[in-house]
């Protein structure tokens, strides 16, 4: 029955760009969150607002099962500068879609319209249309403001699109899919001085550069080589002009790990290396972590019924059940922390000319819009059947 949606698949594209030009950043979702409401309202589907600012909750009920599922797509944009020059290219400047989820929400209010329409389930869906999953950490908030205790669910699916594996294709795997991820700001101190008398003063330049090359030995060195992490310096600020050596300099970047133990490790390396390579240089130093994402581990009984929707839609030759897990990060690991169910890809296509995530030449595959508004409603279905 699903085959339903082809026949409005250019009103998904249009919402999908629509979406696309009209960008917001975490936690300013306002248009799009409004967009989504009121078409959720116009499919008759009950909605709430307000969760983590900018979230909303369509909630579909048919029959008498008490069963419910959660499906989750997230909202905001990145601050990049869009450098493609089409129809639906961003309308905000140095705000664009890079990541897809412009294509996500537009997937979701497909199945969305489908699901009010045909009710072949039977069972409470609750749609959970998220804010600021880009190192903002919406699913957290939303599930701090009560998710999951004003929408019960027993299970909760997420799904992101992947250039690089051809589209239309799905792949999954149980358990860890995607890593932890901490950020980190250093600053060193030191004192400032005259770039010809640098006895005079103590240099946080050069003892940065040695916390950098030394950070660097961590997974190297510290970690079992069969586990998987990586530490990336990303920032480094320091200085105004060519014969002052600065007071202080600022290192930024951030730490992964495929499970929580091997991230705890690296973290704890990262303060002990700071520290002693500062103290070494006789700079002082100080490390303050940001953003925490968990990793993102899916259940086996969610991959199963990830799985078996997948292969109703498209065929077990294009569905990939053990790929290889990314040391990307998502913070749909928090509802999968709160309440079992899976994450998983859906192929992009070969992200050619710079189609690739979080890159200006980005574009959802509108061809992937009506496959993954399959997948949704074909899980609800399967997971609550009449």
Same mark, same amino acid.
């Given at each position: 029955?699903?085959?339903?949606?082809?026949?409005?698949?250019?009103?998904?594209?249009?919402?999908?760009?629509?979406?696309?030009?009209?960008?917001?950043?975490?936690?300013?979702?306002?248009?799009?969150?409004?967009?989504?409401?009121?078409?959720?309202?116009?499919?008759?589907?009950?909605?709430?607002?307000?969760?983590?600012?900018?979230?909303?909750?369509?909630?579909?009920?048919?029959?008498?099962?008490?069963?419910?599922?959660?499906?989750?797509?997230?909202?905001?944009?990145?601050?990049?500068?869009?450098?493609?020059?089409?129809?639906?290219?961003?309308?905000?400047?140095?705000?664009?879609?890079?990541?897809?989820?412009?294509?996500?929400?537009?997937?979701?209010?497909?199945?969305?319209?489908?699901?009010?329409?045909?009710?072949?389930?039977?069972?409470?869906?609750?749609?959970?249309?998220?804010?600021?999953?880009?190192?903002?950490?919406?699913?957290?908030?939303?599930?701090?403001?009560?998710?999951?205790?004003?929408?019960?669910?027993?299970?909760?699916?997420?799904?992101?699109?992947?250039?690089?594996?051809?589209?239309?294709?799905?792949?999954?795997?149980?358990?860890?899919?995607?890593?932890?991820?901490?950020?980190?700001?250093?600053?060193?101190?030191?004192?400032?001085?005259?770039?010809?008398?640098?006895?005079?003063?103590?240099?946080?330049?050069? !003892? $940065? #550069? /040695? +916390?950098?090359?030394?950070?660097?030995?961590? =997974?190297?060195?510290?970690?079992? %080589?069969?586990?998987?992490?990586?530490?990336?310096?990303?920032?480094?600020?320091?200085?105004?002009?060519?014969?002052?050596?600065?007071?202080?300099?600022?290192?930024?970047?951030?730490?992964?790990?495929?499970?929580?133990?091997?991230?705890?490790?690296?973290?704890?390396?990262?303060?002990?290396?700071?520290?002693?390579?500062?103290?070494?240089?006789?700079?002082?130093?100080?490390?303050?972590?940001?953003?925490?994402?968990?990793?993102?581990?899916?259940?086996?009984?969610?991959?199963?019924?990830? !799985? $078996? #929707? /997948? +292969?109703?839609?498209?065929?077990?030759?294009? =569905?990939?059940?053990?790929?290889? %897990?990314?040391?990307?990060?998502?913070?749909?690991?928090?509802?999968?922390?709160?309440?079992?169910?899976?994450?998983?890809?859906?192929?992009?296509?070969?992200?050619?000319?710079?189609?690739?995530?979080?890159?200006?030449?980005?574009?959802?595959?509108?061809?992937?819009?009506?496959?993954?508004?399959?997948?949704?409603?074909?899980?609800?279905?399967?997971?609550?059947?009449?």
């Amino acid at each position: 029955m699903t085959e339903r949606i082809f026949d409005f698949k250019d009103e998904i594209r249009s919402w999908r760009r629509h979406i696309h030009q009209h960008p917001e950043l975490a936690f300013h979702e306002h248009a799009t969150a409004d967009f989504v409401a009121d078409k959720l309202t116009s499919f008759g589907i009950e909605i709430h607002r307000g969760l983590a600012g900018t979230g909303v909750v369509g909630t579909i009920r048919t029959g008498t099962s008490n069963r419910a599922i959660g499906l989750r797509a997230d909202m905001d944009a990145l601050p990049i500068t869009e450098a493609n020059e089409f129809a639906h290219a961003s309308h905000h400047n140095g705000v664009m879609h890079a990541c897809g989820h412009d294509g996500h929400t537009a997937m979701l209010l497909g199945a969305a319209r489908y699901l009010a329409e045909t009710k072949n389930f039977n069972g409470t869906v609750h749609l959970i249309f998220q804010p600021a999953e880009e190192a903002a950490g919406g699913a957290r908030v939303m599930i701090e403001d009560g998710l999951f205790e004003k929408f019960p669910v027993e299970s909760v699916y997420g799904m992101h699109n992947m250039p690089g594996i051809p589209t239309n294709h799905f792949a999954m795997r149980k358990g860890t899919l995607m890593a932890a991820f901490d950020s980190f700001d250093i600053t060193i101190t030191g004192i400032g001085a005259h770039a010809a008398l640098p006895h005079t003063g103590r240099d946080p330049v050069v !003892a $940065a #550069a /040695a +916390i950098i090359t030394a950070l660097q030995t961590i =997974v190297s060195r510290e970690i079992n %080589p069969t586990d998987s992490g990586v530490v990336s310096i990303t920032r480094l600020r320091g200085g105004e002009t060519y014969n002052v050596i600065p007071n202080d300099v600022q290192i930024s970047g951030c730490c992964r790990a495929l499970d929580e133990p091997t991230q705890a490790r690296i973290i704890a390396s990262i303060k002990r290396v700071v520290e002693n390579v500062a103290a070494a240089h006789n700079v002082r130093a100080e490390v303050t972590l940001l953003e925490h994402y968990p990793p993102t581990v899916s259940t086996d009984e969610g991959i199963s019924a990830s !799985a $078996a #929707a /997948a +292969i109703d839609i498209v065929g077990a030759d294009m =569905v990939d059940t053990n790929t290889t %897990p990314l040391l990307g990060s998502e913070d749909f690991g928090y509802m999968l922390q709160a309440k079992p169910g899976s994450y998983i890809f859906i192929g992009n296509g070969p992200g050619s000319g710079g189609c690739i995530l979080h890159n200006p030449h980005y574009d959802f595959n509108d061809d992937v819009l009506v496959t993954g508004a399959r997948y949704w409603a074909r899980l609800v279905e399967r997971e609550l059947p009449r």
